[in-house]
Nanobody, 126 residues
Framework: QVQLEESGGGSVQAGGSLRLSCAAS????????MGWFRQAPGKEREGVAS???????IFTNSARGRFTISRDNAKNTLYLQMNSLTPEDTAMYFC????????????????????WGQGTQVTVSS
């Protein structure tokens, strides 16, 4: 089974950028649908972006146009490039995996994913 480890979080000012990484071990990422999720204090976990095993991507409305999801197969690593960050992006960010190349019926629903990393904190100040 795959193990996931996120990195790249930190504190930035509004308008800044961060790139999150999700390093996978135990299996190859192109066998999986991968997702980035976030959870702010007192809020439910929400899907941000997803990439299926064929490289197709999907974004939540708030992320579209600002965030990019990508995968480096040689490094077996998933990325989330986040630009034009706002304080509303402050949250713990998690990567998740579903062992299927095709998307599930709800690719931004956390219930669809069975493998999770520990998360990396992103804090955006105004």
């Amino acid at each position: 089974q795959v193990q996931l480890e996120e990195s790249g979080g930190g504190s930035v000012q509004a308008g800044g950028s961060l790139r999150l990484s999700c390093a996978a071990s135990g299996d190859t990422l192109d066998n999986y649908c991968m997702g980035w999720f976030r959870q702010a204090p007192g809020k439910e976990r929400e899907g941000v972006a997803s990439m299926n095993g064929f490289g197709s991507t999907i974004f939540t409305n708030s992320a579209r146009g600002r965030f990019t999801i990508s995968r480096d197969n040689a490094k077996n690593t998933l990325y989330l490039q986040m630009n034009s960050l706002t304080p509303e992006d402050t949250a713990m960010y998690f990567c998740a995996a579903l062992k299927a190349r095709r998307w599930p019926s709800r690719p931004l629903d956390s219930n669809e994913y069975g493998y999770w990393g520990q998360g990396t904190q992103v804090t955006v100040s105004s």
